[in-house]
């Protein structure tokens, strides 16, 4: 544990590096099967058009060069020594397998890259896929980025996400037979969810002892068929006091040795319709800092595992 109450990824990266990591999200030009080839279904309600993460990455250049420009910016900024090459935007295990090992070379074949972590879908690994990453997690460090958003599978019908909460359960345990280190991504203030239903996925969170974990609030981007029904008034987004105390229940039922990659999501200013206050992204952080410390409460001190 560390002083954030809570099982902070960076510090288990320092330790492990001994030094600052930074990840670096990389845009491989590969698809998403809920989107098409082309890339122009609207796919998810909530996906940018450009995939989520697609703010500064270098779009179209060599995954080497993207890297080496995200490397100049981590270490101005941050002072960053070593780097994680993120496949980040739609769905990085969507090609043949011969490609995707082209890809990921690539990435590990800049100086200072230590790792490699790769985000998907549930429904976008087939069992050659899991061979391939099994590999590389001998090799390097990493992770598998598996988005879920919820175990409810209303709520993932409602997202036309293209998949259900079983899927998921099966490419999880594809993954742990590997041996995969697995980041689940989750999102909270989804349309339709209580809060009941939301710290349901955070109880088989826990039950599953998923390896590492990014909470993501729910953000409303203009160009998205979300900020359709924001428009229209079809659904709202949460206050920043109730996410923070959300957030914070959050926690507290996780398993304590899962690794918090994130607590909070923010979009682009220009295109962000809603909520407004998720631009003041360490704001947030500290205000669900200071309610666990005023709460008593820490990663795993509401734990419901028997």
């Not at 939301?198 to 900020?227: C, S, Y």
């Not at 229940?249 to 909520?275: K, M």
Request: aromatic fraction near 8%; include cysteine; proline fraction near 4%.
């Amino acid at each position: 544990m560390n002083d954030k109450r809570y099982n902070l990824f960076s510090s288990h990266l320092k330790a492990l590096f001994g030094g600052r990591v930074h990840k670096i999200s990389v845009d491989a030009g590969l698809s998403c099967p809920n989107r098409g080839a082309t890339r122009l279904r609207p796919g998810c309600l909530f996906c940018d058009p450009g995939g989520s993460g697609a703010v500064g990455i270098a779009r179209g250049a060599q995954v080497a060069e993207q890297i080496e420009q995200g490397k100049e910016v981590m270490r101005r900024k941050y002072k960053a020594q070593r780097f994680i090459a993120y496949f980040q935007p739609f769905s990085n295990t969507a090609a043949p397998v011969d490609d995707l090992r082209r890809l990921y070379d690539e990435a590990l074949g800049v100086e200072d890259v230590v790792g490699l972590a790769v985000g998907t879908r549930p429904d976008c690994c087939p069992p050659e896929v899991f061979e391939l990453l099994a590999e590389y997690h001998r090799r390097t460090y990493f992770w598998l980025e598996l988005g879920l958003q919820s175990i409810h599978d209303r709520t993932l019908e409602f997202l036309r996400r293209g998949h259900d909460y079983a899927c998921f359960r099966e490419a999880f345990a594809r993954a742990r037979e590997q041996g995969l280190n697995v980041c689940v991504h989750v999102i909270l203030g989804l349309p339709g969810e209580s809060r009941e239903d939301m710290l349901a996925t955070a109880d088989e969170m826990a039950r599953l002892q998923v390896d590492g974990i990014k909470i993501h609030l729910l953000h409303v981007l203009d160009g998205t068929p979300l900020g359709e029904l924001y428009r229209r008034g079809e659904i709202a987004v949460l206050s920043q006091d109730d996410y923070v105390q959300l957030v914070t229940d959050f926690i507290a039922r996780l398993h304590p040795r899962t690794l918090v990659q994130r607590l909070t999501g923010d979009g682009p200013r220009d295109r962000l319709l809603a909520p407004r206050w998720s631009l003041k992204k360490w704001e947030v952080i500290n205000a669900i800092d200071d309610a666990l410390k005023q709460r008593n409460m820490r990663q795993g001190s509401d734990c419901r595992l028997s």
